[in-house]
């Protein structure tokens, strides 16, 4: 089976543009999480999706968002994108929204913001 | 945002040593994980804990919850080339939400 797709693996672009990162959950898990890991630290939360309703933010601006589909893919989007931006951005997926133990990460989109 | 605090930051073991790291937090935690991630990948579930007290092996993997639900410890006993990476804690604190908190990780190298 699948596990968590992302795409693209990586990608580059410059300040103030806008970018789009894809996933794909593993069949059958209807929640998507997004980590924002910055280079050398632990990966820290940005958004929780279940059934296609938010159901948690972390602390980032409102130049993040993100949507869940019928078919529980996510889109995270970022405007206006920053250095500090630069970083690896982790989709997570599960089954159900209770058990952390049930989070499975895919490989991430690695973004670097010239 | 809050991260947990995980030592040793890195640690030089050679092969068939044990390894022990622990992670320490000032907010209590309903869940404990542990990570490892290797270059290029994403993190990988090692051990998941569940209840204060807990003792949970996975292999030469052994996690505790520790008993204030503060903090949690991991051992690796008999490590091998192929331990090398970076392990993450992580700390869920209520059920019906991921946001988990991850420490900034122990970069663990073999020596063979």
């Known amino acids: 089976d699948a596990g968590v797709t992302q795409s693209p693996t990586h990608l580059i672009k410059t300040r103030g543009q806008h970018v789009t990162l894809r996933c794909s959950p593993i069949?059958?898990?209807?929640?998507v999480s997004w980590y924002q890991q910055v280079l050398g630290q632990g990966p820290q939360f940005i958004f929780q999706y279940y059934e296609k309703e938010e159901r948690g933010r972390g602390n980032f601006p409102d130049r993040f968002s993100a949507r869940q589909f019928p078919n529980y893919s996510s889109e995270l989007n970022v405007n206006a994108l920053l250095l500090g931006d630069s970083a690896l951005y982790l989709c997570?997926?599960?089954?159900?929204?209770?058990?952390?133990?049930?989070?499975?990460f895919g490989e991430g989109s690695r973004l670097t913001v010239l | 945002g809050q991260q947990l605090n995980q030592s040793p930051q890195s640690m030089f073991i050679q092969e068939g040593e044990d390894v022990s790291m622990n992670c320490t937090s000032s907010s209590i935690f309903n869940t404990w994980l542990w990570y490892k991630q290797d270059p290029g990948e994403g993190p990988v579930l090692l051990i998941a804990l569940y209840k204060a007290g807990e003792l949970t092996s996975n292999g030469r993997l052994t996690a505790q919850f520790g008993t204030t639900r503060k903090d949690s410890f991991l051992n690796i006993s008999a490590s091998i080339p192929s331990d090398v990476g970076i392990y993450f804690c992580a700390g869920q604190s209520g059920a019906g939400s991921y946001q988990l908190t991850f420490g900034k990780g122990t970069k663990l190298s073999v020596i063979p």
């Open positions: 997570a997926s599960s089954l159900g929204h209770v058990l952390a133990g049930e989070l499975f």
């Open positions: 069949s059958g898990h209807k929640s």
